[in-house]
């Protein structure tokens, strides 16, 4: 009964005065957007990911949680948080993955053909995990964002930038390139290619697509799915989701 009163209390919240533009969250896609949270809004992005990394091997992400705060009105504060069931021949091993904390800043904002430009960098803690799950190295990452909005409907996204896996010292490139669609007022559509280079190793490309349905303002769902495009990826995954906020002031 409680689940179900709070489920309703998410759906009829009402959108307040003092609310800026709707939600605008880093899930589902893999593209991160230039866009920060506002000043002093919180913001929870939460949901169930299940990859299949080839024929005896999976993980589960349920949940993954990002928390974002936003510090001013162009730096956000980050804190991902996931909890992670990694299967391996027959080995399971549950726990947290390492905490990983971070933030978002915006540099420049759109004006003709100069497009949304940010910032954001992460540094995962190597022992703030299960025991388990632990990696050996502090993991540091970070992207400049980029966004162009060809129209109310169309808008492109990419990002570069690198990152280390905790398992190696060794940094590997990261691009993405996402499309997004507004099919409806409440309904936006995006498709994706994205990947990974690391000198050690052969190109990593993926590609994945999916959904995000506005409920109101501040609260959204999402669902994606992709695949593989490389030997070296995992075969496939499936995603989906929710995102909130709400206003500290």
């Known amino acids: 009964m409680k689940a179900l009163s709070f489920a309703v209390f998410l759906l009829a919240v009402p959108i307040l005065n003092f609310a800026q533009e709707q939600i605008e ?14 000043h002093r809004y919180l913001q929870a992005e939460t949901g169930f990911m299940y990859e299949k990394v080839h024929k005896d091997a999976q993980n589960i992400y349920h949940p993954t949680l990002l928390w974002r705060y936003g510090l001013t009105p162009n730096v956000e504060f980050r804190l991902q948080t996931d909890f992670t069931t990694e299967s391996r021949a027959g080995r399971r091993i549950s726990g947290f993955s390492p905490v990983a904390v971070g933030f978002k800043t915006s540099l420049i904002k759109s004006k003709g053909y100069i497009p949304d430009i940010s910032f954001v960098g992460h540094l995962t803690l190597a022992e703030l995990a299960t ?42 490139a990261l691009y993405t390139i996402a499309a997004s669609y507004k099919a409806a007022d409440h309904l936006s559509l995006f498709a994706e290619f994205y990947g990974y280079l690391n000198k050690y190793e052969s190109a990593d490309h993926r590609f994945d697509a999916g959904a995000m349905l506005l409920l109101n303002q501040n609260f959204s769902l999402d669902i994606s799915a992709g695949a593989g495009l490389s030997e070296l990826s995992p075969s496939y995954f499936v995603s989906g989701g929710f995102s909130y906020r709400l206003p500290l002031h």
């Open 25 to 38: 969250t880093d899930r589902p896609d893999q593209t991160e957007s230039p866009a920060t949270v506002p």
């Open 131 to 172: 025991a388990d799950l632990q990696s050996t190295y502090v993991a540091p990452d970070f992207r400049f964002l980029f966004r162009h909005a060809f129209s109310d409907h169309f808008e492109l996204s990419y990002n570069l930038g690198a990152e280390w896996n905790g398992e190696t010292p060794d940094a590997s």
